[in-house]
């Protein structure tokens, strides 16, 4: 509940076309809390990572390969199995969105199984086969919490009533 001076700041700022400061978000739009609850450094509030308020936005699916064709043609619904090249916080947040052509009304609220194989801290830049940067390995803590923590987040909306996440971690992150 907002004090009396506070209501006046807020207004004041209001009447001068000012931003409201960030610390007032939580006192204006307060979030239910569940029984128990995670605190961390740099934790997001859900509703502002829905909101892209992470800077992380849905973008247009970039399409790198269709398995089905003539060899195996398109499902019923004309469903084509792909491969999809991009970042996979924004490809969950362009399949939550539900707006891209590709995959709108087939996807979304329909994925049966969804495994992530995060990295595990290993402080390391890792390549591919061709010596092209594959991805870093550089998140630790409450940082690494937060990356694992938005996905799951985004990964839990497009899931099937009867869908299920699996997350594979070793010793090391799993005691974190």
Request: charged letters at 35%.
């Amino acid at each position: 509940m907002l004090s009396k001076a506070e209501k006046d700041y807020i207004i004041e700022l209001l009447d001068k076309g000012e931003n409201i400061p960030e610390d007032f978000k939580n006192k204006l739009f307060p979030v239910e809390h569940k029984e128990y609850e995670l605190a961390y450094a740099g934790k997001m509030r859900k509703e502002d990572l829905f909101a892209n308020e992470d800077g992380s936005f849905p973008v247009p699916l970039q399409v790198e390969k269709v398995f089905n064709g003539t060899e195996h043609p398109s499902f019923d619904d004309g469903w084509r199995n792909m491969i999809i090249f991009g970042d996979n916080l924004q490809f969950l947040k362009t399949i939550y969105k539900n707006d891209d052509p590709i995959i709108k009304d087939k996807v979304k609220g329909k994925v049966k199984l969804i495994y992530i194989d995060p990295p595990f801290a290993t402080s390391d830049d890792f390549q591919s086969k061709d010596g092209a940067k594959a991805y870093t390995d550089k998140k630790k803590g409450a940082e690494f919490i937060e990356y694992l923590r938005k996905r799951l987040l985004l990964a839990k909306e497009v899931l099937a009533d009867d869908g299920s996440i699996y997350v594979h971690l070793d010793s090391k992150m799993g005691t974190i």
